[in-house]
């Protein structure tokens, strides 16, 4: 018997959902890093064994008061978790809050699915702490499974992955079983990218900037696969642009290497990897260029 299911991961941004989908993955798919906002896309990450395919949606967390067009249309795809999944794993931490109103609760509390309650990174956190945090979240909302784990250090994943693999219906692979992602390597070396940008600048620069791979250009060297990346990084202003690029091209430069590194490792091949920077003012309310950064159909 062969079972297939999606199942959709919902909560607040910064609560560990993209941490969780690599720790159950096996591998790195999905960038994470200590500041919110962090997952800008909704990314289907595909398990696959003999008898099983799980379809995992990693979506940005939900953002209440959203200041930009490509925020709204961040939480159009947070939204859109709650429409097609067959589990919803709602995630909070230790350090997470709800009212008892909250709009999100009254949207889970209408779906027919099976809900389970994921109380993230446990490992901070007093028992007597987690105890409580426990009978307050079941006293708040009638979730069908209750979790207590750390996606960083993965505690209690590898019992989550195997009640999912229980839950799930008798169904067909909706995708080929050698396929793990809905997202093409473009795709993933962006994010790579957007993630070292995430690490090693502050303030507003990564979230005024975006990355595109403009040449992913796949050949030989000594024999050996190589791929040459040619990618841009957008910002919304010059100042940004020049700390982007930082005094002699320094900071750039760093992150050149860093990125390169976490391509390399993810494609499993050497690659050349040239970073320009352009500034395209007010990018995160342009239509057209949302639309270019996969922000709007």
């Avoid at 889970?108 to 307050?136: A, F, H, R, T, W």
């Avoid at 957008?234 to 005094?247: E, F, H």
Wanted: some cysteine; aromatic content about 10%.
């Amino acid at each position: 018997m062969h079972k297939s299911g999606f199942v959709n991961i919902v909560g607040h941004p910064n609560v560990g959902k993209s941490t969780l989908i690599n720790a159950l993955m096996g591998e790195r798919f999905s960038i994470a890093t200590s500041k919110p906002q962090t997952t800008r896309h909704r990314i289907l990450a595909i398990f696959n064994d003999e008898n099983h395919q799980i379809v995992f949606s990693d979506s940005p967390g939900i953002i209440e008061d959203p200041k930009y067009k490509m925020h709204e249309s961040m939480n159009s795809f947070a939204h859109s978790s709650f429409e097609d999944a067959d589990i919803i794993l709602f995630m909070v931490d230790l350090f997470d809050s709800y009212d008892e109103d909250n709009k999100t609760l009254k949207r889970l509390s209408k779906l027919k699915c099976p809900k389970y309650l994921i109380l993230n990174k446990m490992d901070l956190g007093e028992q007597e702490k987690i105890k409580s945090l426990v009978e307050e979240w079941k006293n708040k909302f009638d979730f069908d499974r209750v979790f207590v784990i750390s996606a960083k250090e993965k505690f209690g994943t590898s019992e989550l992955l195997t009640t999912i693999k229980e839950d799930i219906k008798e169904g067909p692979a909706y995708y080929p079983k050698d396929q793990s992602s809905d997202k093409n390597m473009r795709f993933f070396v962006e994010e790579k990218i957007r993630e070292q940008i995430l690490v090693q600048y502050k303030k507003e620069i990564p979230y005024s900037a975006e990355v595109k791979v403009e040449t992913y250009k796949e050949s030989q060297k000594r024999g050996k696969p190589f791929v040459h990346i040619r990618s841009i990084i957008y910002v919304a202003r010059k100042s940004q642009k020049n700390i982007l690029i930082g005094k002699e091209g320094n900071a750039i430069k760093n992150l050149g290497i860093y990125a390169r590194k976490e391509i390399e490792r993810f494609i499993g091949c050497q690659i050349h990897l040239e970073l320009f920077v352009k500034v395209k003012e007010n990018w995160r309310n342009d239509d057209r260029y949302l639309k270019q950064f996969g922000y709007m159909p």
